[in-house]
């Protein structure tokens, strides 16, 4: 198993900036990717930007060059830097793990509300 713990949500106004963070725990030599994911009000859950165990990281469209996801192997922690935040930007932040052995993400935090005001 692997626990995910987010931290880092909050209110920010349009063009504010907020940090994510996401400490991991457990069987971690299991996990190949882990990835933060939102879900706004009457949307569907949409992958935010994910980073895989070598590094290699994979960002939506719509956050490229906003977002930065990186990783502090030392604290098992995954953060997500949101820079230039638009309302649309606004849902419940998720952050995964994707098992070596399931591709799947089968493992998952409680969520982090992020609002950004107009």
């Known amino acids: 198993q692997v626990q995910l713990v987010e931290s880092g949500g909050g209110l920010v106004q349009t063009g504010g900036s907020l940090t994510l963070s996401c400490a991991t725990s457990?069987?971690?030599?299991?996990?190949?990717?882990v990835g933060w994911f939102r879900q706004a009000p009457g949307k569907e859950r949409e992958l935010v930007a994910a980073i895989r165990r070598g590094g290699s990281t994979i960002y939506a469209d719509s956050v490229k060059a906003r977002f930065t996801i990186s990783k502090d192997t030392a604290k098992d922690t995954v953060h997500l830097q949101m820079n230039s935040l638009k309302p649309e930007d606004t849902a419940v932040y998720y952050c995964?793990?994707?098992?070596?052995?399931?591709?799947?993400?089968?493992?998952w935090g409680q969520g982090t509300q992020v609002t950004v005001s107009s």
């Open positions: 457990g069987r971690l030599f299991t996990v190949y990717v």
């Open positions: 995964a793990a994707q098992d070596f052995g399931t591709m799947q993400y089968d493992y």
